[in-house]
T-cell receptor
Framework: DAGITQSPRHKVTETGTPVTLRCHQT?????MYWYRQDPGHGLRLIHY???????DKGEVSDGYSVSRSKTEDFLLTLESATSSQTSVYFC?????????????FGPGTRLTVL | AQKITQTQPGMFVQEKEAVTLDCTYD???????LFWYKQPSSGEMIFLIY??????QNATEGRYSLNFQKARKSANLVISASQLGDSAMYFC??????????FGTGTSLTVIP
């Protein structure tokens, strides 16, 4: 268990409203990631972080921003939600202390934008 | 360009038989890692197996093995003695420089009793 939680787990919102998803980890891992999962696309990286206040864009970052003010929390914000942002969002951490550096995932957040 | 390709949207296998899920990758990084994840219908992502680009031997984890062919840039997952609980989506992923990960589009495996 990598100690990753996501909140909320489910959210329904309306187009144009701001939305913030939270990822929390308990084990001080340096790397954290936000992905979205859509049918036919697999998982696509939105943003990732390699330390407090150190973040970078992934392949589908338009319309999303992130913040990491503490090691344990990585926030994903949709400034003005659109229907195309309806998706399942996964947070992940990477175990950089092992040879594999494998990723472990949170349980996911299902977001519906009406 | 970094890319992972899974060309099998869906696969069927008889219970107790072996099945191979295909994965090809493209990267110019000399050092990279290849992963397989399982996603059951409940939605969680479960790490299965890892292969490093410099590993000489194919990785194995219980009933899972990774058939790594570096020259062909392929990293196929082999599941032996399939069980009903193996029915799930399977994702191939690649880690490259900067600890960035790229995922394929997934293969849906159905095990038939």
């Amino acid at each position: 268990d990598a100690g990753i939680t996501q909140s909320p787990r489910h959210k329904v919102t309306e187009t144009g409203t701001p939305v913030t998803l939270r990822c929390h980890q308990t084990e001080n891992h340096r790397y954290m990631y936000w992905y979205r999962q859509d049918p036919g696309h697999g998982l696509r990286l939105i943003h990732y972080s390699y330390g407090v206040k150190d973040t970078d864009k992934g392949e589908v970052s338009d319309g999303y921003s992130v913040s990491r003010s503490k090691t344990e929390d990585f926030l994903l914000t949709l400034e003005s939600a659109t229907s195309s942002q309806t998706s399942v969002y996964f947070c992940a951490i990477s175990f950089t202390g092992t040879p594999n550096n494998e990723q472990f995932f949170g349980p996911g957040t299902r977001l519906t934008v009406l | 360009a970094q890319k992972i390709t899974q060309t099998q949207p869906g696969m069927f296998v008889q219970e107790k038989e072996a099945v191979t899920l295909d994965c090809t990758y493209d990267t110019s990084d000399p050092s990279y890692g290849l992963f397989w994840y399982k996603q059951p219908s409940s939605g969680e992502m479960i790490f299965l197996i890892y292969q490093g680009s410099y590993d000489q031997q194919n990785a194995t984890e219980g009933r899972y093995s990774l058939n790594f062919q570096k020259a062909r840039k392929s990293a196929n997952l082999v599941i032996s003695a399939s069980q009903l609980g193996d029915s799930a989506m399977y994702f191939c992923a690649m880690r490259v420089t900067g600890n960035q990960f790229y995922f394929g589009t997934g293969t849906s495996l159905t095990v038939i009793p």
